[in-house]
């Protein structure tokens, strides 16, 4: 259990309104990731984190914002939700010790209609 | 070519048997390896790391051929609670590229 919580766990909305995910951990990681996964594609990389308010995009960034004001908190904003952001959202962090693994937290189901 | 390509499947074995994924990638640069469990609905879990002399952990083994660029997962003696999605991970500069996954069901 690497200390990952994502809230809300499940979200439904509507198109063009607004929407915040939020990632906490509990273990002072200082990498944090948000990505995407769909049926038929690996996960995406959003954006992740390197430290508090340094960020930066990932591969499928369009849409989607963030912020960490706090090393434990790494919010994803969806500005204005269009139905192909519906997904599943989930939060990750790197392992300390000069690794590259990575664990996850629980994702977030979001359906935007 | 994709980044990362795994055989999607699935992978239908019966309790018992020996199943083998491979999976292949483009980054002749990459260094670290992983294979990922997700089970339906939940987010991937680490199975294990790759590592270039390849590992073995009970009844998994992991095999890196960096020439073929590819990484193998053999799972012997299959168990139900095996069934499962097997992500195939690559690193790449500054971050990690999953493949699509691999389907595996055993069945009694």
């Known amino acids: 259990d690497a200390g990952i919580t994502q809230s809300p766990r499940h979200k439904v909305t509507e198109t063009g309104t607004p929407v915040t995910l939020r990632c906490h951990q509990t273990?002072?990681?200082?990498?944090m990731y948000w990505y995407r996964q769909d049926p038929g594609h690996g996960l995406r990389l959003i954006h992740y984190?390197?430290?508090?308010?340094?960020?930066d995009k990932g591969e499928v960034s369009d849409g989607y914002s963030v912020s960490r004001s706090k090393t434990e908190d790494f919010l994803l904003t969806l500005e204005s939700a269009t139905s192909s952001q519906t997904s599943v959202y989930f939060c990750?962090?790197?392992?300390?010790?000069?690794?590259?693994?990575?664990?996850f937290g629980p994702g977030t189901r979001l359906t935007v209609l | 070519r994709k980044e990362v390509e795994q055989d999607p499947g699935p992978f239908n074995v019966p309790e018992g048997a020996t199943v083998a994924f491979n999976c292949t990638y483009s980054?002749?640069?990459?260094?670290?390896f992983f294979w990922y469990r997700q089970d339906c609905r939940k987010e991937p879990k680490l199975l294990m790391s790759?590592?270039?002399s390849g590992n073995e952990d009970g009844r998994f083994t992991a095999q890196l051929n960096r020439a073929s660029q590819y990484i193998s997962l053999l799972i012997r003696d299959s168990k139900l609670s095996d069934s499962a999605t097997y992500l195939c991970?690559?690193?790449?500069?500054?971050?990690?590229?999953f493949g699509a996954g691999t389907i595996l069901r055993v069945k009694s």
């Open positions: 990750a962090i790197k392992a300390s010790g000069g690794t590259d693994t990575q664990y």
């Open positions: 273990e002072n990681h200082r990498y």
């Open positions: 984190s390197y430290g508090v308010k340094d960020t």
């Open positions: 980054n002749s640069a990459s260094q670290s």
């Open positions: 790759v590592y270039s």
């Open positions: 991970v690559v690193n790449y500069p500054n971050k990690l590229v």
